[in-house]
C-alpha cells in the first residue's frame, strides 16, 4: 500500500480536516491561509487539469510530438509550488505543468517543447523556474550545486525573509534509483545546501512500479542519507503545502537540507506513447480516482461555503487558457535553422560558422524553395 | 522458410531464439519485461522465460551495465536495452572504463559476452534525447565491437551473432527502421557478421552507410538512376571493426566515394570510413572522399530535423559534386 503509517495528511478523501498531534505544525498554517489562498490553490488544480486534458486533445490530433500528462498530480504540484517564495528556485523534471503556471511560465512555452520548436523554451533567470529535464535524475545534482551556491553568497541562514533563498528540485520515483539522483543526497548533506528533494511518487516509472526501485517507503532513502525526510499524501493540496513551506523555511534558515516523499499516482498514461492497460489494472485506477486531489478539495471548499458562482468561475477560466493555448499552439511557426547553429556556443566557433554558412548556400542553390 | 516481418519483430525473435537455444542468455533493461519494451521488442518474452530471465530493472543505467558485468563474471550473457540513444550516458563509465577493458585485464581468463542494444538515430519526430546517433563513441573504444543492422534480416540474424560473440556487441537498432517490413530467412546461414555488404551494384560512385541511412541511399540510388547516374550502395552493418574490402574492391571500380550518416561528421565512424579509404583506395580515386553528416551541432528540436539530417538532396548532392571533379 502507497500509504503507511508514517504518510502526512490534513484533508481526508471526503473534504474533512484530519486532526493528528503530528500535523498539529502543519494544521497551523494552513489554519493561516485566507480564502483568496484557498481559492487559488483549487483555481490552478483546476486550470492546469484542464489544460492538461487539452494538450492530450493536441497531441491526438496531431498537433504535438508529445504529451506527458500531470492528471492526478496537480495537489504534490500546487501546493508544493505555493510554498515557495518568489526567490526560491524550482528545478522540474518534466511533468510539473502545475508548479511551472504559478511561476509564470507560459503554458504554451511548454508545449513548444512538445512540438518540437526548442529544446528550452523560457529562460529560467527571468522566472527561476530552470528548464525541463529529460535525462533522469540530472537535475538534482544541478539543484545541489546550484544551491551550494546559495551559501557561498551568503543567501541562506542570514535570518532576513527576503534575502535567504532556498532551492526545491522534483523527481520521480523511477529517478530516485539512478547514480544521480543518490549522489544529489550525499552533496546536499555533506554540504548541508539550502534545498528541499520533492518526490513525486506516483507508483509507476512507465511500466515498472515502484516496488522495483525500492522494498520500503522511498522517503527513508533521504532518511538513510541523513536528511530529514517525511512522507505526505501528496493528493492533498494543503498537507504539500504545508510540509513544502516549512521544509522551505529550514532550508533557507540554513538548517540543510530536506526530503519530501509525496504520494501520488499518475492517472493517466505515461506519455501519449504508453498504454498503461498493459501493466495495470483498471481496480487500481479507480481507486486512486477516488483519491482525487480535485474533488476532495472541491468538497472542502465547499463545506467552508465558497458559491457555485466560484467554481462556474473556475471552470470558465479553464475553457478559456484551452481554447487560447490551442489558438496559440496552432499558429507556432516552426524555428529558424539559425536557431541549430546560433546558440551551441556561447563564443563564436570557426566549425558552425562554417556549416551555417554552406547551409544557407546550400538552400539558396534550391532557390530557397526546399 | 522466408518471412516478411518488421525489424522489430525479427529481433525479437532472434532474442527468443538465443534465448532457446541457451539459457545463459538474459535480458536486463527498462520496461523490458511486462511492457515489453517501449518498441516491443522484447514482447512476449517475459511471459516465456520469467522474470528471471527478463529482468525488469530498477531505473539506473549504470545498474544495468554494470551489474550486467558481474552477471558475466558468472557464465551468464546478459543482453541489455537501453530505452534511448540519449540516456545510454549515465552508462558511460560502466560501458568505456569497465566494459570495453575488462577482457584485456583479465589476460584471456574471463570473457564479457555482453550485448548492449540501443535503438538510436532520428526521423521519428520525438523529443530530445530521443534521435541521437551516438555510435562514434563506442566505436572509438578499443574492446567492443559494434553492429548496427539495416534490414530485419540482418536484425534477425545479427542480434543471435551478437549474442554469440564472446566480446562485448553494442547492438545499434535504427528506429526508423523498426517498423518497415521486409523478407527474414528464419533457418538460412547468416553472413559473417562483421561484414559489409554491397546492396546495390552500381559504377559511377560507392555510397556507404548504416542503419537507416541505407534505406536512404537506396532512395537516392533510385532518384540517381533517374537521372542516368549509377550508385553502388554499401552497407557497413559493423562499425567496428569494419570490413574495408567491399568498399575498396567497389572504389577500385567507380573511383569515387560518399559516406553518409546521420551523426554529426567531427570525428565520425564516416571520418574513418573515409581516411581509411583514402589510405588504402588513393590512385583509385578520381575524386576527394565526401562525407554528409548531421551538422556539428546537438540534435535539434524535431521541427528542424529534416534540415539537420542527410537527406536524399544532400547525398545526391554530394554525389554531384563527387563527380564535378
Ligand atoms: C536516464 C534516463 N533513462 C531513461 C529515460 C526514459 N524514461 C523517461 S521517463 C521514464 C520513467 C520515469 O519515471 P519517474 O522517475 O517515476 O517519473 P514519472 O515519469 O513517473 O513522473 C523513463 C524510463 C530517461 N528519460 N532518462
Ligand atoms: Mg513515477
Redesign the pocket.
Known amino acids: 500500500m502507497p500509504y503507511t503509517e508514517a504518510t502526512l495528511q490534513l484533508l481526508s478523501i471526503d473534504g474533512t480536516l484530519v486532526e493528528s498531534d503530528r500535523t498539529a505544525e502543519y494544521r497551523a498554517l494552513v489554519d493561516k491561509l485566507s480564502d483568496v489562498q484557498l481559492q487559488n490553490f483549487y483555481r490552478e488544480m483546476v486550470v492546469t487539469r484542464r489544460f492538461d486534458i487539452e494538450s492530450g486533445n493536441l497531441q491526438r490530433q496531431g498537433q504535438l510530438a508529445l504529451w506527458v500528462p500531470s492528471l492526478g498530480q496537480e495537489a504534490a504540484q500546487v501546493g508544493s509550488g505555493f510554498a515557495t517564495r518568489n526567490q526560491d528556485t524550482i528545478f522540474p523534471?518534466y511533468?510539473e505543468h502545475a508548479v511551472a503556471r504559478i511561476r509564470g511560465i507560459d503554458p504554451v512555452a511548454i508545449l513548444s517543447l512538445l512540438r518540437g520548436v526548442t529544446n528550452g523554451g523560457w529562460n529560467p533567470n527571468d522566472s527561476k523556474f530552470r528548464l525541463y529535464t529529460?535525462?533522469?535524475?540530472t537535475q538534482t545534482l544541478h539543484a545541489v550545486g546550484y544551491a551550494m551556491g546559495t551559501v557561498l553568497d551568503g543567501k541562506s541562514g542570514t535570518g532576513k525573509p527576503d534575502v535567504d533563498e532556498a532551492t526545491i528540485v522534483y523527481?520521480?520515483?523511477?529517478?530516485?534509483s539512478?547514480g544521480d539522483s543518490n549522489e544529489a543526497l550525499v552533496f546536499a548533506q555533506s554540504y548541508q545546501s539550502p534545498i528541499v528533494f520533492f518526490l513525486?511518487n506516483?507508483q509507476?516509472?512507465?511500466s515498472v512500479p515502484v516496488s522495483r526501485q525500492s522494498r520500503s517507503p522511498l522517503y527513508l532513502r533521504g532518511e538513510g542519507f541523513g536528511i530529514p525526510s517525511l512522507q505526505i499524501d501528496g493528493n492533498d493540496v494543503l498537507i504539500s503545502y504545508a510540509v513544502t513551506k516549512v521544509a522551505l523555511d529550514d532550508a533557507r534558515a540554513g538548517k540543510g537540507p530536506r526530503f519530501i516523499e509525496a504520494q501520488t499516482y499518475?492517472l493517466g498514461a505515461?506519455t501519449t506513447s504508453d498504454d498503461p492497460t498493459k501493466y495495470r489494472e483498471q481496480a487500481e485506477e479507480d481507486l486512486w480516482k477516488e483519491r482525487d486531489p480535485i474533488s476532495r478539495f472541491e468538497k472542502f471548499l465547499r463545506a467552508k461555503g465558497e458559491s457555485d458562482k466560484f467554481f462556474a468561475a473556475v471552470k470558465a477560466e479553464g475553457e478559456d487558457l484551452a481554447a487560447n493555448v490551442r489558438a496559440r499552439v496552432l499558429a507556432l511557426t516552426p524555428p529558424s535553422t539559425d536557431v541549430m547553429f546560433d546558440h551551441v556556443y556561447t563564443d563564436e566557433h570557426p566549425v558552425i560558422a562554417a556549416q551555417k554558412a554552406w547551409l544557407a548556400e546550400y538552400e539558396a542553390s534550391y532557390g530557397g524553395s526546399r | 522458410m522466408s518471412e516478411s516481418l518488421s525489424m522489430a519483430k525479427a529481433i525479437n525473435l532472434g532474442l527468443q531464439r538465443a534465448m532457446r537455444e541457451n539459457d545463459k542468455v538474459v535480458l536486463m533493461g527498462?520496461?523490458i519485461g511486462t511492457l515489453g519494451g517501449v518498441f516491443r521488442v522484447t514482447e512476449g518474452l517475459k511471459t516465456e522465460f520469467g522474470e528471471n530471465r527478463v529482468l525488469d530493472t530498477p531505473?539506473a543505467?549504470s545498474g544495468i551495465v554494470g551489474t550486467a558485468i558481474g552477471l558475466a563474471m558468472r557464465g551468464y550473457r546478459p543482453v541489455c536495452e537501453i530505452?534511448?540513444d540519449g540516456?545510454v550516458f549515465?552508462a558511460f563509465d560502466q560501458i568505456m572504463s569497465q566494459l570495453a577493458k575488462q577482457t584485456s585485464r583479465h589476460q584471456g581468463d574471463q570473457s564479457f559476452p555482453i550485448v548492449i542494444r540501443i535503438p538510436y538515430g532520428g526521423h521519428i519526430g520525438a523529443v530530445e534525447?530521443h534521435q541521437e546517433s551516438p555510435e562514434a563513441y563506442f566505436a572509438h573504444t578499443a574492446g567492443l565491437r559494434v553492429l548496427s543492422p539495416a534490414t530485419p534480416n540482418d536484425g534477425y540474424h545479427m542480434i543471435q551473432q551478437a549474442i554469440q560473440s564472446n566480446d562485448p556487441v553494442i547492438f545499434l537498432e535504427p528506429k526508423a527502421r523498426y517498423w518497415p517490413k521486409g523478407d527474414v530467412d528464419i533457418n538460412g546461414t547468416p553472413a559473417p557478421v562483421h561484414q559489409s555488404r554491397v546492396v546495390r551494384t552500381g559504377t559511377d560512385v560507392t555510397v556507404v552507410g548504416h542503419g537507416a541511412m541505407v534505406a536512404m541511399l537506396l532512395d537516392a540510388a533510385e532518384v540517381a538512376k533517374g537521372e542516368g547516374i549509377s550508385l553502388e550502395v554499401i552497407d557497413l552493418r559493423s562499425l567496428s571493426p569494419v570490413d574495408y574490402d567491399p568498399i575498396i574492391a567497389s572504389v577500385e571500380k567507380t573511383g569515387r566515394l560518399v559516406v553518409a550518416q546521420e551523426a554529426s561528421g567531427n570525428a565520425s565512424v564516416g571520418s574513418e570510413v573515409a581516411a581509411t579509404v583514402a589510405e588504402r583506395a588513393f590512385y583509385f580515386l578520381q575524386s576527394p572522399v565526401l562525407r554528409v553528416s548531421g551538422f556539428d551541432v546537438p540534435f535539434p528540436p524535431a521541427n528542424l530535423e529534416g534540415i539537420f539530417l542527410p537527406d536524399v538532396d544532400r547525398i545526391l548532392d554530394a554525389v554531384d559534386r563527387s563527380r564535378g571533379y
Not at chain 1, 171 to 176: E, K, P, T, V
Request: proline share 3%; net charge negative.
Open positions: 523534471s511533468r529529460l535525462v533522469l535524475a523527481f520521480g520515483d523511477g529517478a530516485s539512478e513525486q506516483n509507476y516509472a512507465i499518475r505515461h | 527498462e520496461d531505473l543505467e530505452q534511448f540516456f549515465p534525447h
